[in-house]
Each structure stands twice: as C-alpha cells, then as structure tokens.
C-alpha cells in the first residue's frame, strides 16, 4: 500500500470530504453519487481490497469537475405530477403566508425524487457549484458562487435568490486545513471507520471492475448482513485513476430495476470556466428572496434530538412532531414517532380537516390497512421505505419490511 501523506496534509484533504459539494442536498447527492447508466467492458485493473478502495476514495485530491448525469429512480410511488412540489415543506408559499417562488430548490429538487432525468454539473471548490435540470424546452438551475446562491426556472421566468451566511467560514477552515472534532484526519483513518461501523451490520467489498463514462472503475460492493431490509445492495463505481466516485446504483431486496441508479454519461476533471458561475436575472424575470442559509442550523429543533438523526427527520422533529425514538440499528432501525395532535391521518371525509382528493387518491394508492396489538393503522409502502401511521397517531418508518414495521408496532405496546 502506498505510504500515507503527512498529517497536516491529510487533515486539509479530510476537510474537503466533510464540506459541502454542492448547494443544496440533490445537488450534493448527484455530484457525490454519480453513476453512469451504461456500462462497457470489465478493464483489467491491479487488485485492491475494500480498505484500500475506501482509503483512495478518501485521498482523492479532485476539487474541479463538469459534466453530464443521468439519474433514473423508480420508488415505486404514483405519479406525482405536479403534485411533488405540494408535498415540500413551505412549497407554493412562506411561513408568513406570501406566494412562494416556482423556482425555489426546495420544492423544485423534488421531481427528481421520480422518473428519469438529464442533470448537467459543474464544481470548482468547496464554494462554486451549479446543476442545471434538462427538459425538453426548459431549464431549471441552482448556481452556488461564493456567499450568493441563485436558482432560475426558465419555463416561468422566476428565480429564487439567498444569501449562504456560511460560505466565508468554510473557505477559511480550508485555507487553515481545519479539520472539525472528531472528523478522522488522514485516508487511513476514515477507511478504518468506515469498516469498523460496517462490521456488525454491513459487508463492503470489490466485486470487479467496470468502465463508466468511457473511465476505468473498481466496483465497490456494500450490501446489509441484516435480514428485513428492503435494501438489496448498493454497488460504487469509483474512477481507478481519481478516486472519484462515478457510479452508484441501489437495488432493492425484492429484486426487479434499480431503485436509484443515476450517474454521469460525460465527465471531465479539468477546470470548469469561471463564467459557468456567473447568473445575472434576464430582464423581466420575477425574483424571490429568500432567508439566509445558514449551515448546520439546527435552532428550530429540540436539544434533546439525537446527533446523527438524518436531516430530514430532524426538520420534521422541529416543525412539530415529537418523541421521537429510534428501534434496532443500521439496515434495520425504525423510527418511532408521534403526530402532532395525538391522532392518525385525516381523510377526505373527516371531521380533522379536508384533504385535497390528489392528496387522498395519491395516499390511498400507496396505503395497506393491517391491524395487530397496537390496534390499527395504514402501511404507505415503497420500494425502498415503508411507514406504519396508526389510528392513534405514532409512525413506525424506516427501509424495512411491513412486517418488520408491524412487529416493532406490537412490541411498542
């Protein structure tokens, strides 16, 4: 194995990995777990094992990319139509009421959540990102350029504009190689991490090579050792020559497509041009302003929420639910939690509320009623994650089983 860089030298490069790509978490997603969809030939490349894979991911030095990104996801949902940025927390309005912005991430970032997609990137640093989504006749685009972040939808001619409060913080923790607490400092030591937090739960392993967007790959193999998760297997293709990351498809348990498989069908490490991250509003454009992002705010959530609980469910957390509990551990943990007001879901008929009939045809469609020591309540099921809503207003979610949602269910009683 090659020797290590020096500590210093490895604490800059482990900053790299642990400031964000991009701004806004697709984006990040898309740059950080790029497939390519079409594959071609098996390259004869030196063996290596799953440390050492890990390990060049880690070193890799890559700050500059570009390039095209297909990413397909079938979860198995309805169609949502123009449905998924309803769906978005603050989607189509604000918190005080006003009309929103059609071009805002966070409801627009949604419609990759479905179907099938053309993405083009670009990154240069820890603080110029752009995505750009291709339609027919439009284009939908977030530009990330020092503190300013811009998003523009063609089709309306409306664009969304923040300020990132966050940016001059991280270019300067990079310039100073610092590396924030607990972080591990060098390649070896985030590889050693990463297997160690795998052994009980997870296998990682090589399982051949592959060529992605015309580059060499080793094929990094994680799959659960856990029976009840609906996750099959999640297979990396990672550049034999940069330690990039190219290809990332994740297969269900159940067998049949690929529940995500997206990733680049064009690549290129070279510098991208500056004026990729310029953004001027055209003329006549509607324009939004939106609150400062401010990373790893977390003001609006409870203090006593677990550390490691994923984003989303920490902003659920903070936006009313509570109790939040968590059941079993790695592939299988379920999250236990329970609605505001103490009562299950309304319907369309309910006294509670009205529920718009897309609203209730889309949750009809996903919803499987079961009934067990904890009384009753409807199953939502996709291919990858499930939740459990009972009558009196607990969620059991997680990438489980129904049944393993059911069994958690009772056992709470």
């Given amino acids: 194995m090659a020797p290590y860089e020096s500590e210093s030298a ?35 490349l030196p063996k290596i094992s799953a440390q050492q894979l890990i390990e060049k991911i880690a070193k890799s030095d890559v700050q500059q990319m570009s390039g095209t990104v297909k990413i397909s996801t079938d979860l198995g949902l309805p169609s949502l139509g123009g449905m998924a940025g309803g769906f978005a927390p603050g989607a189509g309005g604000s918190s005080d009421g006003k009309a929103g912005s059609s071009a805002d991430p966070q409801s627009k970032l949604m419609e990759l959540a479905s179907g099938t997609h053309t993405l083009r990137i670009a990154a240069d640093g820890s603080d110029r ?11 939908y685009s977030v530009i990330h350029n020092g503190d300013e972040v811009w998003a523009y939808d063609s089709a309306s001619n409306e664009a969304y504009h923040a300020k990132d409060a966050a940016a001059g913080d991280r270019a300067a923790k990079h310039r100073e190689g610092e590396t924030p607490k607990g972080v591990p400092a060098t390649p070896k030591e985030l590889a050693d991490e990463v297997l160690k937090a795998s052994g009980k739960t997870t296998s990682i392993s090589v399982e051949g090579t592959s060529q992605v967007a015309g580059r060499d790959a080793y094929k990094l193999l994680v799959k659960p050792k856990q029976a009840g998760s609906t996750v099959g297997g999640i297979t990396i293709s990672v550049d034999a ?3 990039v990351p190219l ?7 159940g067998g049949g497509k690929a529940v995500v498989d997206a990733g680049f069908t064009k690549v290129d490490f070279s510098e991208p041009a500056a004026s990729t991250f310029d953004f001027t509003p055209p003329k006549g454009t509607k324009v939004t302003e939106g609150d400062d992002l401010k990373a790893g705010d977390k003001s609006h959530a409870p203090k006593d929420m677990p550390k490691d609980m994923p984003k989303e469910l920490r902003d659920a957390q903070g936006g009313g639910m509570k109790d939040l509990k968590v059941i079993g551990e790695g592939w299988t943990s379920i999250a236990e939690l329970t609605l505001p007001g103490g009562q ?51 969620v059991y979610a997680g990438a489980v089983t129904k049944d393993a949602l059911v069994k958690a269910a009772n056992a709470a009683q």
């Fill in 247 to 253: 290809k990332f498809t994740l297969t269900p348990a």
């Fill in 129 to 139: 990102h752009k995505l750009s989504v291709l339609d027919d006749a439009a284009e």
């Fill in 10 to 44: 490895g604490r800059r490069k482990a900053t790299r990995y642990v400031v964000p790509v991009a701004v806004v978490g697709v984006a990040a997603a898309t740059i950080g777990l790029v497939p390519a969809l079409a594959d071609s030939g098996n390259p004869d």
């Fill in 344 to 394: 299950g879901l309304p319907t369309g008929g309910s006294a509670s509320g009205d529920v718009p009939p897309e609203a209730q045809k889309f949750m009809d469609a996903l919803g499987d009623h079961v009934t067990g020591k904890f009384g009753s309540g409807t199953v939502f099921s996709t291919r990858l994650v499930n939740a459990l809503i009972t009558d009196d207003g607990k």
């Fill in 241 to 243: 020559k940069t330690g």
